[in-house]
T-cell receptor, first 115, second 116 residues
Framework: AQKITQTQPGMFVQEKEAVTLDCTYDTSDPSYGLFWYKQPSSGEMIFLIYQGSYDQQNATEGRYSLNFQKARKSANLVISASQLGDSAMYFCAMRENTGGFKTIFGAGTRLFVKA | KAGVTQTPRYLIKTRGQQVTLSCSPISGHRSVSWYQQTPGQGLQFLFEYFSETQRNKGNFPGRFSGRQFSNSRSEMNVSTLELGDSALYLC???????????????FGQGTRLTVV
């Protein structure tokens, strides 16, 4: 069965520093996608970055990069040069590529950026 | 390009009533998924529709149902509301079929349902 684990309920980071949010997953499907979303207090889920299971290189999107270690089944999000606006909940998600768009989410990590 | 639109944004209902939530996906998106978000359970998958067909369903009782119309708009219905149904209900739409890169889901702002 699919499973996503985010072990950090909350994280603090100093403004302008980098931070890593952990995510491990479990699936028996060889083809899957991994996603990170940001949810500010307004409630809307904002897509950040995507990594496909067959992608050879780690995904990067601006200040966001995904540290994909397939053998360890981990997909950690790295945010470089943190900004005050990065304070939010961050969710790791996975979708197996068979059987439709069912996507499961981790419990989330609340990130606090300190000035 | 308009985003995913969910209506209403806020709703208060009493126990036993039923409720219908609406989701209009991004133009051209044919896949719509629904999620329930609560502080205790986090984000839980409800169901997913693609071209008017339900392709996946989460572990929710039969009181939760949905449908998708030919224009890809989707509705979610909850009958016989319980206090525990109070949650943020999020709808997400996606463009391309499964297996393709970048098939991220775009979320609406959600409908916050309060059952009293």
């Amino acid at each position: 069965a699919q499973k996503i684990t985010q072990t950090q309920p909350g994280m603090f980071v100093q403004e302008k520093e980098a931070v890593t949010l952990d995510c491990t997953y479990d699936t028996s499907d060889p083809s899957y996608g991994l996603f990170w979303y940001k949810q500010p207090s307004s409630g809307e889920m904002i897509f950040l970055i995507y990594q496909g299971s067959y992608d050879q290189q780690n995904a990067t999107e601006g200040r966001y990069s995904l540290n994909f270690q397939k053998a360890r089944k981990s997909a950690n999000l790295v945010i470089s040069a943190s900004q005050l606006g990065d304070s939010a909940m961050y969710f790791c998600a996975m979708r197996e590529n068979t059987g439709g768009f069912k996507t499961i989410f981790g419990a989330g990590t609340r990130l606090f950026v300190k000035a | 390009k308009a985003g995913v639109t969910q209506t209403p944004r806020y709703l208060i209902k009493t126990r036993g009533q039923q409720v219908t939530l609406s989701c209009s996906p991004i133009s051209g998106h044919r896949s719509v998924s629904w999620y329930q978000q609560t502080p205790g359970q986090g984000l839980q998958f409800l169901f997913e529709y693609f071209s008017e067909t339900q392709r996946n369903k989460g572990n929710f009782p039969g009181r939760f149902s949905g449908r998708q119309f030919s224009n890809s708009r989707s509705e979610m219905n909850v009958s016989t509301l319980e206090l525990g149904d109070s949650a943020l209900y999020l709808c997400a739409s996606s463009l391309v079929p499964e297996g393709a890169k970048g098939t991220e889901a775009f979320f609406g702002q959600g409908t916050r349902l309060t059952v009293v």
